[in-house]
């Protein structure tokens, strides 16, 4: 029975071959479809736990800027990765001041969170930097990558339990792992990448990518020694703002007049 066991964990972590959009090799343990539907669950239930607590924003000038500048991303998004196209676009919009933190899951489904604007006066150009990169992330199956990571550290467990005759250990599920990925930090490697296509969505959607830079250095100066959420789940080098900065010339060449996108209908929970 224990070798049984064993051989369907080692069959559990064979991964599927996924391709980024920038072509970068992901080894997988959930397709990026199931960790959309898993996504969609954790996603309803933070959502419903955040409304009993009364922190859904229903300000309208708030929920206007956030739905517009979100809806030109996503009108470049179903463009440029027609899978999107059918996603359900949504953002919750979170009042919680003191929290410097966006995120978007597999499927489209986004949070932001007040503190980014009360904390760093974001113009509507550095705001589309945000939600560009975090889009991207969606865009490029991170969120499949993480629910990967979560389960192969709970399926490691596992294997040391049953090799020690533990029959209590449980395997982490695609449903936890989802939740669980809300909190895993994505990688460097998936960091870099979210930078690349999160300026392109930005730029091409009619934002301006010198936005990326001026970000990143009002990120730097919040926070003092306890550093924001949004910096401590997206680790990233040192030279992070130079390495924005030489990608600015290329950006501007995807859309040298600056148009503006169309907006697409995203829906704002609440």
Request: with cysteine; hydrophobic share 45%; net charge neutral.
């Amino acid at each position: 029975m224990k070798r049984l066991l064993l051989a369907l964990l080692a069959l559990s972590l064979l991964p599927a071959c996924v391709t980024s959009p920038t072509g970068r090799a992901q080894l997988m343990l959930i397709s990026p479809e199931s960790a959309i539907v898993e996504s969609k669950k954790a996603y309803l239930s933070t959502v419903s736990e955040l409304d009993k607590e009364n922190k859904l924003v229903d300000d309208p000038k708030l929920m206007d800027r956030v739905a517009t500048i979100t809806g030109r991303l996503v009108t470049v998004a179903k463009q440029k990765y027609p899978k999107s196209a059918n996603w359900e676009w949504s953002v919750a919009i979170v009042d919680d001041p003191k929290t410097v933190n966006a995120w978007c899951m597999a499927g489209g489904r986004m949070a932001v969170y007040t503190g980014l604007f009360s904390e760093l006066n974001l113009t509507d150009d550095e705001f589309a930097q945000i939600m560009g990169h975090e889009i991207s992330h969606a865009l490029a199956n991170h969120t499949a990558e993480r629910m990967s990571r979560a389960m192969a550290t709970s399926l490691g467990i596992i294997a040391v339990s049953v090799a020690a005759d533990n029959h209590g250990a449980a395997m982490l599920g695609a449903a936890a792992a989802a939740k669980v990925a809300l909190e895993l930090p994505n990688s460097r490697t998936a960091e870099l990448e979210a930078d690349n296509l999160g300026m392109r969505l930005a730029t091409q959607a009619g934002y301006e990518p010198d936005a990326a830079v001026t970000l990143w250095q009002k990120m730097a100066k919040t926070g003092g020694s306890a550093p924001p959420e949004f910096l401590s789940t997206h680790p990233a080098p040192g030279n992070r703002e130079a390495q924005l900065a030489a990608m600015i010339p290329e950006m501007r060449g995807l859309n040298p007049d600056g148009r503006l996108a169309p907006i697409a209908p995203v829906q704002i929970v609440r």
